[in-house]
């Protein structure tokens, strides 16, 4: 691995968690997985490993202040040694998961660090000294990200070598499991999406869906576009039904006056 790749991976891991602040919009596993490829090489495993994660993470957000497994360093690390490795994107997915799971420790420690920033923020602006406060602000961005820079850095440092010599005597249903997992794992993402959207109001579209992709062999981009066609529909009739209902409002009221001015004459 070359040291420039190294370092434009370990500022992408840097840049991603403060993402959110800026207006570039790359904090998913989709977009991370994509840049990670790009810089080793590979695009279509750095797409793959991006695109599995991101469906792990549907409907799932860190409203306020919670943390969740950071998926994005997942994809990072997932897609670095799929590529080096050779083990294929259900290993990197296996791999991704637990890097994923240890970011969120090293997130709480990152936003209790930055609580030490926020407080002299607090006392400069008290003191009216807003430039001490801007650069308290400015301060508070590199324990957060840190807390994946220094990780991923860590860990692509290590090497290629160390990690084959790791996996060479780890056990083949340890590396089995982890790829069993990471082909289930997309799975859970979806079924928590769908826990919170209105799936029985919905039941025939998703099951018109799942019809069309598990026994028409239909394409994802079919099966998206053939969605597309039916939320439009839907949108069509709603909005018919609204304009009847309001039409037929109009209809009451008129009828209503005219009766009321009928009994006052």
Same mark, same amino acid.
Do not use: C
């Given at each position: 691995?070359q040291?420039w790749?190294?370092?434009?991976?370990t %500022?992408l891991a840097?840049?991603?968690?403060?993402?959110?602040?800026?207006?570039v919009?790359?904090?998913?596993p989709l977009a991370i &997985?994509?840049i990670?490829? /790009?810089?080793?090489? !590979?695009?279509k495993? $750095?797409l793959? *490993?991006? @695109?599995? /994660?991101?469906?792990?993470v549907?409907?799932?957000?860190t409203?306020?202040g919670? #943390?969740m497994?950071?998926?994005?360093?997942?994809?990072?690390? $997932?897609? *670095?040694y799929? *590529?080096?490795? $050779?083990k294929g994107?259900q =290993?990197?997915?296996g791999?991704?998961?637990?890097?994923?799971?240890?970011m969120v420790?090293?997130?709480?420690?990152?936003?209790f660090?930055?609580?030490? =920033?926020?407080h002299?923020?607090?006392?400069f602006?008290?003191n009216n000294?807003? +430039?001490?406060a801007?650069?308290?602000?400015l301060?508070?961005v590199?324990p957060?990200?840190l #807390?994946? %820079?220094?990780?991923?850095?860590?860990?692509l440092l290590?090497? !290629?070598h160390?990690v084959?010599?790791i /996996?060479?005597v780890?056990p083949?249903?340890l590396?089995?499991g982890? +790829?069993? #997992? &990471?082909?289930i794992l997309p799975v859970?993402?979806?079924a928590i999406?769908l826990?919170?959207?209105?799936?029985?109001?919905?039941f025939?579209?998703l /099951?018109?869906?799942?019809?069309a @992709?598990?026994?028409?062999?239909?394409p994802m981009?079919?099966v998206a576009?053939?969605? %597309?066609?039916?939320?439009f529909?839907?949108?069509k009739?709603e909005?018919?039904s %609204? !304009?009847?209902?309001?039409?037929g409002q109009?209809?009451? +009221?008129?009828?209503?006056e005219?009766d009321? $001015?009928?009994?006052?004459?």
């Open positions: 691995m040291w790749q190294i370092l434009l991976l %500022a840097f840049w991603m968690v403060i993402d959110p602040l800026t207006l919009l790359i904090n998913n &997985g994509m990670s490829g /790009l810089i080793m090489g !590979n695009l495993i $750095g793959a *490993v991006g @695109s599995t /994660l991101q469906l792990m549907l409907g799932v957000g409203y306020g919670a #943390s497994p950071d998926f994005m360093t997942g994809a990072i690390i $997932g897609t *670095v799929a *590529v080096l490795t $050779g994107t =290993f990197a997915i791999l991704a998961v637990p890097v994923g799971l240890l420790q090293l997130d709480v420690l990152a936003r660090t930055n609580t030490i =920033f926020q002299r923020v607090d006392r602006i008290s000294e807003p +430039k001490k801007a650069r308290n602000v301060y508070g590199f957060w990200g #807390s994946r %820079a220094l990780p991923v850095f860590i860990m290590v090497g !290629n160390v084959k010599a /996996l060479a780890i083949t249903w590396t089995t982890l +790829k069993v #997992s &990471g082909g859970v993402g979806i999406l826990r919170y959207l209105p799936t029985k109001k919905f025939s579209y /099951l018109i869906g799942f019809l @992709s598990a026994y028409l062999k239909v981009m079919g576009l053939m969605g %597309a066609a039916m939320a529909i839907y949108y009739n909005l018919k %609204a !304009n009847y209902a309001l039409a109009q209809q009451e +009221k008129e009828e209503y005219n009321k $001015g009928e009994y006052e004459n």
